[in-house]
Protein backbone atom coordinates (compact mmCIF):
# COMPACT_ATOMS: atom_id res chain seq x y z
CA UNK A 1 0.00 0.00 0.00
CA UNK A 2 2.09 2.94 -0.90
CA UNK A 3 2.61 5.66 -3.78
CA UNK A 4 4.81 7.76 -4.22
CA UNK A 5 7.87 8.87 -6.60
CA UNK A 6 10.37 7.12 -8.52
CA UNK A 7 12.94 9.42 -10.21
CA UNK A 8 10.01 11.17 -11.24
CA UNK A 9 10.89 14.36 -12.97
CA UNK A 10 8.87 16.62 -15.51
CA UNK A 11 10.47 18.69 -17.66
CA UNK A 12 10.92 22.57 -16.92
CA UNK A 13 9.03 22.03 -13.40
CA UNK A 14 10.38 19.49 -11.46
CA UNK A 15 13.88 18.02 -10.97
CA UNK A 16 13.57 14.24 -10.88
CA UNK A 17 13.12 13.12 -6.85
CA UNK A 18 12.19 10.44 -5.72
CA UNK A 19 9.68 10.16 -2.41
CA UNK A 20 7.25 7.39 -1.13
CA UNK A 21 4.28 8.61 1.02
CA UNK A 22 2.69 6.81 3.85
CA UNK A 23 -1.02 5.99 4.30
CA UNK A 24 -2.46 6.80 7.56
CA UNK A 25 -0.48 10.25 7.48
CA UNK A 26 -1.23 13.95 6.61
CA UNK A 27 1.80 15.24 4.70
CA UNK A 28 2.22 18.60 3.27
CA UNK A 29 4.29 19.71 0.08
CA UNK A 30 5.08 23.52 0.85
CA UNK A 31 7.59 25.74 -1.22
CA UNK A 32 7.48 28.83 -2.84
CA UNK A 33 5.46 29.96 -5.90
CA UNK A 34 6.65 28.25 -8.76
CA UNK A 35 8.53 25.39 -6.66
CA UNK A 36 6.64 22.52 -8.48
CA UNK A 37 4.25 21.65 -5.76
CA UNK A 38 0.65 21.53 -7.26
CA UNK A 39 3.25 19.87 -10.36
CA UNK A 40 4.65 17.10 -8.56
CA UNK A 41 1.07 16.79 -6.96
CA UNK A 42 -0.83 16.53 -10.54
CA UNK A 43 1.87 13.57 -11.37
CA UNK A 44 1.65 12.02 -8.29
CA UNK A 45 -2.34 11.70 -9.46
CA UNK A 46 -1.09 10.41 -12.96
CA UNK A 47 -2.73 13.69 -14.49
CA UNK A 48 0.62 14.75 -16.46
CA UNK A 49 3.30 12.93 -18.35
CA UNK A 50 6.57 12.46 -16.72
CA UNK A 51 9.75 13.55 -18.64
CA UNK A 52 11.41 10.77 -16.53
CA UNK A 53 11.12 8.29 -13.65
CA UNK A 54 7.67 7.50 -12.50
CA UNK A 55 4.96 7.66 -10.50
CA UNK A 56 4.29 4.44 -8.64
CA UNK A 57 1.36 2.95 -6.96
CA UNK A 58 1.80 -0.02 -4.80
CA UNK A 59 4.73 -0.93 -6.63
CA UNK A 60 3.80 0.00 -9.90
CA UNK A 61 3.55 2.37 -13.07
CA UNK A 62 0.79 4.65 -12.75
CA UNK A 63 1.07 4.48 -16.25
CA UNK A 64 -0.12 1.14 -16.31
CA UNK A 65 -3.35 1.23 -14.62
CA UNK A 66 -6.41 2.00 -16.35
CA UNK A 67 -7.82 5.67 -15.74
CA UNK A 68 -10.60 4.26 -13.78
CA UNK A 69 -9.09 1.85 -11.89
CA UNK A 70 -6.09 4.60 -10.86
CA UNK A 71 -9.03 6.85 -9.79
CA UNK A 72 -10.45 4.62 -7.57
CA UNK A 73 -7.50 4.55 -5.36
CA UNK A 74 -6.53 7.84 -5.92
CA UNK A 75 -8.92 11.25 -5.37
CA UNK A 76 -7.47 14.24 -6.26
CA UNK A 77 -8.80 17.96 -5.77
CA UNK A 78 -7.91 20.46 -7.75
CA UNK A 79 -7.37 24.21 -6.80
CA UNK A 80 -10.18 25.98 -8.78
CA UNK A 81 -12.81 24.01 -6.88
CA UNK A 82 -15.13 25.33 -10.16
CA UNK A 83 -18.56 23.75 -10.78
CA UNK A 84 -19.61 24.43 -14.07
CA UNK A 85 -23.38 23.56 -13.64
CA UNK A 86 -25.59 24.35 -10.76
CA UNK A 87 -26.37 20.62 -9.02
CA UNK A 88 -27.47 20.08 -6.08
CA UNK A 89 -24.84 19.38 -3.01
CA UNK A 90 -25.85 15.27 -3.52
CA UNK A 91 -25.62 15.21 -7.27
CA UNK A 92 -21.86 16.70 -6.49
CA UNK A 93 -21.06 15.15 -4.05
CA UNK A 94 -22.38 11.81 -5.94
CA UNK A 95 -19.65 12.59 -8.56
CA UNK A 96 -17.41 11.01 -6.87
CA UNK A 97 -18.85 7.36 -7.84
CA UNK A 98 -17.94 8.01 -11.39
CA UNK A 99 -15.06 5.81 -11.02
CA UNK A 100 -16.88 3.15 -10.17
CA UNK A 101 -19.93 3.80 -12.40
CA UNK A 102 -22.35 3.58 -9.40
CA UNK A 103 -23.98 6.22 -7.36
CA UNK A 104 -23.62 4.20 -4.30
CA UNK A 105 -26.11 6.53 -2.37
CA UNK A 106 -25.04 5.02 1.02
CA UNK A 107 -21.51 6.03 0.67
CA UNK A 108 -22.88 9.41 -0.64
CA UNK A 109 -24.59 9.48 2.42
CA UNK A 110 -21.89 8.82 4.42
CA UNK A 111 -19.44 11.33 3.15
CA UNK A 112 -22.36 13.79 3.09
CA UNK A 113 -22.46 13.09 7.12
CA UNK A 114 -18.69 13.09 7.57
CA UNK A 115 -18.33 16.57 6.40
CA UNK A 116 -21.90 18.00 7.77
CA UNK A 117 -23.48 18.41 4.90
CA UNK A 118 -26.60 16.31 5.24
CA UNK A 119 -28.88 18.94 5.59
CA UNK A 120 -27.74 20.62 2.51
CA UNK A 121 -27.57 17.51 0.28
CA UNK A 122 -30.55 18.65 -1.80
CA UNK A 123 -29.41 23.00 -2.23
CA UNK A 124 -27.87 24.38 -5.29
CA UNK A 125 -23.78 24.46 -4.88
CA UNK A 126 -24.32 28.05 -5.85
CA UNK A 127 -26.14 28.59 -3.08
CA UNK A 128 -23.29 27.37 -0.80
CA UNK A 129 -21.25 29.74 1.29
CA UNK A 130 -17.16 29.15 0.44
CA UNK A 131 -16.66 27.05 3.69
CA UNK A 132 -19.37 24.47 2.66
CA UNK A 133 -18.42 24.79 -0.84
CA UNK A 134 -15.35 23.52 0.21
CA UNK A 135 -16.49 20.60 2.29
CA UNK A 136 -18.44 19.74 -0.89
CA UNK A 137 -15.76 19.30 -3.01
CA UNK A 138 -14.07 17.20 -0.45
CA UNK A 139 -16.99 14.81 0.14
CA UNK A 140 -17.52 14.36 -3.39
CA UNK A 141 -13.49 12.79 -2.82
CA UNK A 142 -14.06 10.74 -0.27
CA UNK A 143 -17.54 9.29 -1.78
CA UNK A 144 -14.94 7.11 -3.63
CA UNK A 145 -13.42 5.90 -0.32
CA UNK A 146 -10.02 6.73 -2.05
CA UNK A 147 -6.90 5.07 -0.74
CA UNK A 148 -5.02 8.11 -1.21
CA UNK A 149 -6.35 11.86 -1.10
CA UNK A 150 -4.36 14.01 -3.11
CA UNK A 151 -5.52 18.05 -2.34
CA UNK A 152 -4.06 21.19 -4.14
CA UNK A 153 -4.27 24.31 -1.73
CA UNK A 154 -7.52 23.02 -0.13
CA UNK A 155 -7.23 25.94 2.23
CA UNK A 156 -6.34 28.65 0.45
CA UNK A 157 -9.84 30.30 0.46
CA UNK A 158 -11.08 29.84 3.50
CA UNK A 159 -11.23 32.13 6.73
CA UNK A 160 -9.41 30.35 9.71
CA UNK A 161 -12.33 29.05 11.18
CA UNK A 162 -13.33 26.60 7.76
CA UNK A 163 -9.73 25.95 7.69
CA UNK A 164 -9.86 24.34 10.86
CA UNK A 165 -12.82 22.69 10.30
CA UNK A 166 -11.16 21.35 6.68
CA UNK A 167 -7.93 20.40 8.43
CA UNK A 168 -9.73 17.95 10.83
CA UNK A 169 -12.09 16.66 8.49
CA UNK A 170 -8.56 15.30 6.45
CA UNK A 171 -7.37 14.76 9.93
CA UNK A 172 -10.04 12.03 10.34
CA UNK A 173 -9.90 10.84 6.61
CA UNK A 174 -5.96 10.40 7.86
CA UNK A 175 -6.96 8.59 11.10
CA UNK A 176 -8.95 6.21 8.88
CA UNK A 177 -5.97 4.82 6.66
CA UNK A 178 -6.07 7.27 4.02
CA UNK A 179 -2.70 8.82 2.86
CA UNK A 180 -3.62 12.57 2.74
CA UNK A 181 -1.50 14.66 0.58
CA UNK A 182 -1.58 17.88 0.35
CA UNK A 183 -0.17 21.26 -0.72
CA UNK A 184 -0.04 23.99 1.83
CA UNK A 185 1.00 27.97 1.70
CA UNK A 186 0.37 28.44 4.72
CA UNK A 187 3.58 27.51 6.67
CA UNK A 188 1.80 27.22 10.19
CA UNK A 189 -0.88 25.05 9.26
CA UNK A 190 1.91 22.60 7.62
CA UNK A 191 3.94 23.21 10.89
CA UNK A 192 1.18 21.93 13.35
CA UNK A 193 -1.19 19.43 11.17
CA UNK A 194 1.12 18.04 9.28
CA UNK A 195 2.72 14.58 9.92
CA UNK A 196 5.56 14.99 7.58
CA UNK A 197 7.03 17.73 5.49
CA UNK A 198 8.09 18.46 1.85
CA UNK A 199 9.94 21.29 0.66
CA UNK A 200 10.16 22.06 -2.82
CA UNK A 201 12.58 24.81 -3.75
CA UNK A 202 12.83 25.79 -8.36
CA UNK A 203 11.97 22.19 -8.61
CA UNK A 204 14.34 20.86 -6.26
CA UNK A 205 13.38 18.78 -3.30
CA UNK A 206 15.41 21.20 -0.31
CA UNK A 207 14.00 19.43 3.01
CA UNK A 208 11.96 16.23 3.85
CA UNK A 209 10.91 15.12 7.37
CA UNK A 210 8.82 15.85 10.23
CA UNK A 211 7.79 19.63 10.46
CA UNK A 212 9.99 20.59 12.90
CA UNK A 213 12.67 19.89 10.84
CA UNK A 214 11.75 20.28 7.45
CA UNK A 215 10.40 23.68 8.06
CA UNK A 216 13.15 24.95 10.53
CA UNK A 217 13.96 28.21 10.96
CA UNK A 218 16.97 27.76 8.41
CA UNK A 219 14.98 25.89 5.86
CA UNK A 220 12.43 28.89 5.86
CA UNK A 221 14.78 31.05 5.32
CA UNK A 222 16.60 29.71 2.52
CA UNK A 223 13.85 28.72 0.52
CA UNK A 224 11.84 31.58 0.88
CA UNK A 225 14.37 34.26 1.15
CA UNK A 226 13.16 35.94 4.42
CA UNK A 227 13.94 36.22 8.25
CA UNK A 228 11.71 34.18 10.06
CA UNK A 229 11.25 32.35 13.63
CA UNK A 230 9.00 30.00 14.70
CA UNK A 231 7.26 31.60 18.25
CA UNK A 232 4.71 29.19 20.21
CA UNK A 233 5.04 25.70 21.86
CA UNK A 234 4.74 22.62 19.39
CA UNK A 235 1.49 21.92 17.80
CA UNK A 236 0.97 25.78 18.35
CA UNK A 237 3.09 27.08 16.28
CA UNK A 238 3.46 30.42 14.77
CA UNK A 239 5.75 31.52 12.30
CA UNK A 240 7.03 35.42 12.81
CA UNK A 241 8.55 36.85 9.26
CA UNK A 242 10.43 40.02 8.51
CA UNK A 243 11.64 40.97 4.97
CA UNK A 244 15.34 40.21 4.46
CA UNK A 245 17.63 42.15 5.98
CA UNK A 246 15.53 43.55 8.50
CA UNK A 247 16.33 42.03 11.36
CA UNK B 1 -38.20 9.38 -15.35
CA UNK B 2 -37.32 12.78 -14.86
CA UNK B 3 -39.65 15.67 -14.44
CA UNK B 4 -38.39 16.79 -18.28
CA UNK B 5 -39.03 13.54 -19.80
CA UNK B 6 -42.39 13.04 -18.49
CA UNK B 7 -43.79 16.05 -19.43
CA UNK B 8 -42.22 16.05 -23.13
CA UNK B 9 -43.13 12.55 -23.53
CA UNK B 10 -46.80 13.91 -23.30
CA UNK B 11 -46.19 16.73 -25.24
CA UNK B 12 -44.62 15.47 -27.98
CA UNK B 13 -46.96 12.76 -29.50
CA UNK B 14 -49.82 15.44 -29.01
CA UNK B 15 -47.88 18.16 -31.03
CA UNK B 16 -47.03 14.78 -33.76
CA UNK B 17 -50.85 13.96 -34.47
CA UNK B 18 -51.78 18.03 -34.88
CA UNK B 19 -49.40 18.96 -36.96
CA UNK B 20 -50.74 16.02 -39.54
CA UNK B 21 -53.82 18.10 -40.03
CA UNK B 22 -52.20 21.54 -39.53
CA UNK B 23 -50.70 23.09 -43.19
CA UNK B 24 -52.04 25.58 -45.18
CA UNK B 25 -54.89 23.05 -46.09
CA UNK B 26 -56.24 22.17 -42.20
CA UNK B 27 -56.95 18.59 -43.11
CA UNK B 28 -60.55 16.69 -42.75
CA UNK B 29 -61.31 13.32 -43.74
CA UNK B 30 -64.94 14.17 -44.50
CA UNK B 31 -64.35 17.06 -47.19
CA UNK B 32 -60.65 17.52 -48.17
CA UNK B 33 -60.38 14.57 -51.14
CA UNK B 34 -56.87 12.36 -50.69
CA UNK B 35 -56.88 12.99 -47.21
CA UNK B 36 -54.93 9.60 -46.58
CA UNK B 37 -52.39 9.89 -49.56
CA UNK B 38 -51.69 13.88 -47.92
CA UNK B 39 -50.71 12.24 -44.55
CA UNK B 40 -48.95 9.72 -45.70
CA UNK B 41 -46.64 10.60 -48.35
CA UNK B 42 -46.34 14.51 -47.38
CA UNK B 43 -46.76 15.57 -43.68
CA UNK B 44 -45.81 12.18 -42.00
CA UNK B 45 -42.60 11.89 -43.32
CA UNK B 46 -41.97 15.45 -42.97
CA UNK B 47 -43.35 15.60 -39.71
CA UNK B 48 -41.20 12.84 -38.78
CA UNK B 49 -37.98 14.90 -40.14
CA UNK B 50 -38.92 17.42 -38.39
CA UNK B 51 -38.72 15.15 -34.66
CA UNK B 52 -35.68 13.82 -36.35
CA UNK B 53 -33.56 16.84 -37.34
CA UNK B 54 -35.03 18.70 -34.23
CA UNK B 55 -33.71 15.85 -31.67
CA UNK B 56 -30.26 15.61 -33.53
CA UNK B 57 -29.71 19.19 -32.83
CA UNK B 58 -31.16 19.25 -29.08
CA UNK B 59 -29.17 16.38 -28.00
CA UNK B 60 -25.93 17.81 -29.68
CA UNK B 61 -26.53 21.21 -28.39
CA UNK B 62 -26.56 19.35 -25.14
CA UNK B 63 -23.16 17.49 -25.39
CA UNK B 64 -21.54 20.20 -26.63
CA UNK B 65 -22.81 22.70 -23.87
CA UNK B 66 -22.11 20.05 -21.09
CA UNK B 67 -18.52 19.46 -22.69
CA UNK B 68 -17.65 23.38 -23.12
CA UNK B 69 -19.17 23.89 -19.48
CA UNK B 70 -20.54 26.97 -21.72
CA UNK B 71 -24.16 27.59 -21.68
CA UNK B 72 -23.26 29.56 -25.12
CA UNK B 73 -22.26 26.72 -27.29
CA UNK B 74 -24.27 25.54 -29.96
CA UNK B 75 -23.10 22.36 -32.23
CA UNK B 76 -22.91 24.94 -35.44
CA UNK B 77 -19.76 26.57 -34.11
CA UNK B 78 -17.15 23.15 -34.65
CA UNK B 79 -17.60 23.26 -38.36
CA UNK B 80 -19.82 20.03 -38.94
CA UNK B 81 -23.06 21.76 -39.82
CA UNK B 82 -21.09 24.14 -42.34
CA UNK B 83 -18.59 21.12 -43.87
CA UNK B 84 -22.15 19.68 -44.40
CA UNK B 85 -23.30 22.38 -46.10
CA UNK B 86 -20.83 22.95 -48.11
CA UNK B 87 -20.58 19.48 -49.46
CA UNK B 88 -24.62 20.36 -50.01
CA UNK B 89 -23.46 23.21 -51.80
CA UNK B 90 -20.80 21.66 -53.96
CA UNK B 91 -23.81 19.07 -55.27
CA UNK B 92 -25.54 22.21 -56.59
CA UNK B 93 -22.32 23.45 -58.33
CA UNK B 94 -21.92 20.81 -60.01
CA UNK B 95 -25.36 19.80 -61.08
CA UNK B 96 -25.89 16.79 -59.57
CA UNK B 97 -28.85 17.79 -56.70
CA UNK B 98 -31.25 17.05 -59.29
CA UNK B 99 -30.43 13.40 -58.59
CA UNK B 100 -32.61 12.99 -55.23
CA UNK B 101 -30.12 10.60 -52.96
CA UNK B 102 -26.44 12.95 -54.20
CA UNK B 103 -27.38 16.01 -52.43
CA UNK B 104 -27.77 14.06 -48.49
CA UNK B 105 -24.55 12.23 -49.54
CA UNK B 106 -22.95 15.00 -50.45
CA UNK B 107 -23.47 17.08 -47.45
CA UNK B 108 -22.78 13.74 -45.52
CA UNK B 109 -19.38 13.39 -47.09
CA UNK B 110 -19.14 17.14 -46.23
CA UNK B 111 -19.70 16.36 -42.84
CA UNK B 112 -17.44 13.49 -42.32
CA UNK B 113 -14.40 15.47 -43.62
CA UNK B 114 -14.94 18.57 -41.07
CA UNK B 115 -15.20 15.38 -38.72
CA UNK B 116 -12.13 13.72 -39.97
CA UNK B 117 -9.61 17.04 -40.27
CA UNK B 118 -11.70 17.97 -36.85
CA UNK B 119 -10.14 14.40 -34.76
CA UNK B 120 -7.16 15.12 -37.32
CA UNK B 121 -6.26 19.05 -35.42
CA UNK B 122 -7.27 18.62 -31.98
CA UNK B 123 -7.66 14.51 -31.49
CA UNK B 124 -4.14 13.90 -30.22
CA UNK B 125 -4.15 16.03 -27.09
CA UNK B 126 -7.92 16.02 -26.47
CA UNK B 127 -7.01 19.54 -25.13
CA UNK B 128 -10.68 21.40 -25.43
CA UNK B 129 -9.70 24.85 -26.24
CA UNK B 130 -7.27 23.12 -28.90
CA UNK B 131 -11.21 21.50 -30.21
CA UNK B 132 -13.00 24.15 -30.29
CA UNK B 133 -10.54 26.57 -31.69
CA UNK B 134 -10.30 24.08 -34.56
CA UNK B 135 -13.67 23.82 -35.26
CA UNK B 136 -14.18 27.23 -35.50
CA UNK B 137 -11.61 27.24 -37.98
CA UNK B 138 -13.45 24.31 -40.22
CA UNK B 139 -16.58 26.50 -39.82
CA UNK B 140 -14.83 29.62 -41.19
CA UNK B 141 -13.18 27.63 -43.76
CA UNK B 142 -16.37 26.22 -44.75
CA UNK B 143 -18.29 29.12 -44.53
CA UNK B 144 -15.48 30.91 -47.62
CA UNK B 145 -15.88 28.24 -49.78
CA UNK B 146 -19.67 28.36 -49.93
CA UNK B 147 -19.46 32.00 -50.22
CA UNK B 148 -17.01 31.54 -53.15
CA UNK B 149 -18.75 28.75 -54.64
CA UNK B 150 -21.95 31.39 -54.76
CA UNK B 151 -19.87 34.18 -56.18
CA UNK B 152 -18.95 31.80 -58.60
CA UNK B 153 -22.11 29.80 -59.47
CA UNK B 154 -22.19 28.81 -62.86
CA UNK B 155 -25.77 30.13 -63.54
CA UNK B 156 -28.05 32.25 -61.68
CA UNK B 157 -30.09 29.17 -61.27
CA UNK B 158 -27.68 26.99 -59.30
CA UNK B 159 -26.83 30.35 -57.17
CA UNK B 160 -30.75 30.71 -56.00
CA UNK B 161 -30.93 26.99 -55.43
CA UNK B 162 -27.95 27.42 -53.05
CA UNK B 163 -28.88 30.00 -51.15
CA UNK B 164 -32.86 28.99 -51.11
CA UNK B 165 -31.17 25.80 -49.72
CA UNK B 166 -28.72 26.41 -47.29
CA UNK B 167 -31.96 28.43 -45.34
CA UNK B 168 -32.86 25.22 -44.02
CA UNK B 169 -36.71 23.48 -44.91
CA UNK B 170 -38.75 20.60 -44.57
CA UNK B 171 -40.78 21.65 -47.28
CA UNK B 172 -41.11 18.28 -49.67
CA UNK B 173 -39.79 16.27 -48.59
CA UNK B 174 -40.38 12.34 -48.33
CA UNK B 175 -39.95 9.27 -46.82
CA UNK B 176 -36.35 8.64 -48.12
CA UNK B 177 -34.91 11.60 -46.13
CA UNK B 178 -36.09 9.78 -43.18
CA UNK B 179 -34.71 6.36 -43.57
CA UNK B 180 -31.23 8.42 -44.22
CA UNK B 181 -31.63 10.63 -40.92
CA UNK B 182 -33.49 8.93 -38.55
CA UNK B 183 -30.53 5.62 -38.10
CA UNK B 184 -27.78 7.88 -38.33
CA UNK B 185 -29.54 10.42 -35.42
CA UNK B 186 -30.18 7.72 -33.54
CA UNK B 187 -26.34 6.74 -33.94
CA UNK B 188 -25.32 9.94 -32.84
CA UNK B 189 -27.70 10.47 -29.89
CA UNK B 190 -26.55 6.97 -28.77
CA UNK B 191 -22.88 8.31 -29.12
CA UNK B 192 -23.65 11.24 -26.25
CA UNK B 193 -25.22 8.95 -24.27
CA UNK B 194 -22.09 6.70 -24.26
CA UNK B 195 -20.53 10.52 -23.57
CA UNK B 196 -22.69 10.97 -20.47
CA UNK B 197 -20.86 10.17 -17.11
CA UNK B 198 -17.54 11.51 -18.71
CA UNK B 199 -19.85 14.74 -19.33
CA UNK B 200 -20.97 14.73 -15.79
CA UNK B 201 -17.48 14.57 -14.34
CA UNK B 202 -16.56 17.37 -16.76
CA UNK B 203 -18.74 19.54 -14.37
CA UNK B 204 -15.60 20.16 -11.66
CA UNK B 205 -13.16 21.31 -14.31
CA UNK B 206 -10.79 18.95 -17.00
CA UNK B 207 -7.92 18.06 -13.93
CA UNK B 208 -10.36 16.82 -11.81
CA UNK B 209 -12.31 14.61 -14.45
CA UNK B 210 -9.35 13.32 -15.75
CA UNK B 211 -8.53 12.24 -11.88
CA UNK B 212 -12.10 10.57 -11.96
CA UNK B 213 -11.09 8.40 -15.14
CA UNK B 214 -12.03 10.45 -18.18
CA UNK B 215 -10.20 10.01 -21.28
CA UNK B 216 -10.06 13.32 -23.20
CA UNK B 217 -9.47 11.65 -26.35
CA UNK B 218 -12.08 8.84 -26.10
CA UNK B 219 -14.73 11.72 -24.59
CA UNK B 220 -14.12 13.71 -27.73
CA UNK B 221 -14.14 11.10 -30.04
CA UNK B 222 -17.91 10.21 -28.90
CA UNK B 223 -18.71 13.98 -29.23
CA UNK B 224 -17.07 14.17 -33.23
CA UNK B 225 -19.05 11.08 -34.09
CA UNK B 226 -22.23 12.07 -31.87
CA UNK B 227 -22.24 15.76 -33.59
CA UNK B 228 -21.52 14.31 -37.25
CA UNK B 229 -24.33 11.72 -37.26
CA UNK B 230 -26.87 14.07 -35.71
CA UNK B 231 -26.10 17.18 -37.05
CA UNK B 232 -24.47 16.24 -40.79
CA UNK B 233 -27.68 14.27 -41.10
CA UNK B 234 -29.99 17.21 -40.26
CA UNK B 235 -28.28 19.57 -42.33
CA UNK B 236 -28.00 16.96 -45.14
CA UNK B 237 -32.21 16.73 -45.27
CA UNK B 238 -33.05 20.00 -43.81
CA UNK B 239 -30.44 22.49 -44.80
CA UNK B 240 -28.98 25.06 -41.73
CA UNK B 241 -31.34 25.28 -39.40
CA UNK B 242 -29.65 27.53 -35.94
CA UNK B 243 -30.34 28.01 -32.66
CA UNK B 244 -31.84 25.02 -31.78
CA UNK B 245 -29.04 23.15 -29.95
CA UNK B 246 -28.46 26.42 -28.21
CA UNK B 247 -32.10 27.18 -27.13
CA UNK B 248 -33.56 24.17 -26.33
CA UNK B 249 -30.74 22.34 -23.63
CA UNK B 250 -31.75 26.12 -21.96
CA UNK B 251 -35.02 25.90 -22.06
CA UNK B 252 -34.92 22.15 -20.73
CA UNK B 253 -32.27 22.87 -17.82
CA UNK B 254 -34.42 24.02 -15.41
CA UNK B 255 -36.57 21.12 -15.00
CA UNK B 256 -33.70 18.44 -15.03
CA UNK B 257 -31.36 18.01 -11.88
CA UNK B 258 -28.51 19.85 -14.17
CA UNK B 259 -25.90 17.18 -15.08
CA UNK B 260 -25.42 16.75 -18.41
CA UNK B 261 -26.39 13.42 -18.57
CA UNK B 262 -29.86 14.36 -17.43
CA UNK B 263 -29.86 16.89 -20.62
CA UNK B 264 -28.95 14.60 -23.18
CA UNK B 265 -32.42 12.94 -23.67
CA UNK B 266 -34.71 15.68 -22.52
CA UNK B 267 -33.46 17.97 -25.27
CA UNK B 268 -33.61 15.30 -27.78
CA UNK B 269 -37.47 15.31 -27.07
CA UNK B 270 -37.48 18.97 -26.93
CA UNK B 271 -35.70 19.67 -30.14
CA UNK B 272 -37.82 17.55 -31.94
CA UNK B 273 -41.31 19.35 -30.73
CA UNK B 274 -39.71 22.86 -31.11
CA UNK B 275 -38.72 22.16 -34.56
CA UNK B 276 -41.97 20.05 -35.14
CA UNK B 277 -43.92 23.19 -33.81
CA UNK B 278 -42.05 25.97 -36.08
CA UNK B 279 -42.48 24.05 -38.84
CA UNK B 280 -46.32 23.07 -38.47
CA UNK B 281 -46.21 27.24 -37.94
CA UNK B 282 -44.64 28.14 -40.48
CA UNK B 283 -46.83 25.85 -42.88
CA UNK B 284 -49.66 27.29 -41.13
CA UNK B 285 -48.56 31.24 -41.98
CA UNK B 286 -50.64 33.42 -44.40
CA UNK B 287 -47.66 34.12 -46.94
CA UNK B 288 -47.31 34.02 -50.52
CA UNK B 289 -44.22 31.72 -50.27
CA UNK B 290 -43.73 29.49 -47.32
CA UNK B 291 -41.79 31.18 -44.92
CA UNK B 292 -38.02 29.12 -44.72
CA UNK B 293 -37.54 27.35 -41.43
CA UNK B 294 -34.20 28.06 -40.99
CA UNK B 295 -35.29 31.49 -40.72
CA UNK B 296 -38.44 31.08 -38.91
CA UNK B 297 -36.11 29.23 -36.19
CA UNK B 298 -32.95 32.22 -36.47
CA UNK B 299 -35.93 34.86 -36.02
CA UNK B 300 -36.93 33.43 -32.63
CA UNK B 301 -33.57 32.49 -31.86
CA UNK B 302 -31.31 35.92 -32.43
CA UNK B 303 -33.27 37.73 -29.86
CA UNK B 304 -33.55 34.99 -27.53
CA UNK B 305 -29.80 34.62 -27.47
CA UNK B 306 -29.59 38.15 -26.59
CA UNK B 307 -31.86 37.90 -23.50
CA UNK B 308 -29.42 35.26 -22.40
CA UNK B 309 -26.34 37.48 -22.78
CA UNK B 310 -27.89 40.22 -20.90
CA UNK B 311 -29.28 38.02 -18.60
CA UNK B 312 -26.00 35.99 -17.84
CA UNK B 313 -24.51 39.65 -17.13
CA UNK B 314 -26.88 41.12 -14.80
CA UNK B 315 -25.23 38.45 -13.25
CA UNK B 316 -27.89 35.99 -12.39
CA UNK B 317 -26.04 32.99 -14.32
CA UNK B 318 -26.45 30.73 -10.74
CA UNK B 319 -30.24 30.30 -11.90
CA UNK B 320 -30.08 30.13 -15.74
CA UNK B 321 -27.38 27.41 -15.67
Not at chain 1, 32 to 56: D, M, Q, W, Y
Not at chain 1, 76 to 84: F, M, S
Request: glycine share 12%; hydrophobic share 55%; proline share 5%.
Amino acid sequence: MSLGADNLGIRGRLEPLSVMFEEGQVTAICGPNGAGKSTLLAALAGLIETASGKAVLDGEDLKNRLPRERAQHIGYLPQDGETAWDVSVRNLVSLGRLPYGDEAPEMVDAALEALGLKAHANRPVSTLSGGEKARALLARVLAGQPRWVLADEPLAALDIGHQQALLSYLRQTAAAGTGVIMVLHDLSLAMNHADRVLVLDRGKLAADGAPENALATGVVERVWNVSANWAGSPGERALMVRPPGSA
Amino acid sequence: MSRANAMLLLLLPGAFVLSLFAGRVWLDFSATPNAMVIIAELRLPRALLAVIVGAGLGSAGAAMQGYLRNPLADPGLFGIAPGAALGAVASFWFGYAASAWLLPLFALAGASAAMGLLALIAGRTGGIALFTLAGMMIASLAGAFMSLAISLAPNAFAMSEIVTWLMGALTDRSWREVYLAAPLTAAGIACFWMARKDLDALILGDAAARSMGMRPGVLQAWLIAGVGLTVGSGVSVAGIIGFVGLIVPHLVRPFTDRRPSSLIIPSALAGGLLVLVADSAVRILPLVTELRLGIALSLIGAPFFLWLLLKMRRGHAGGML
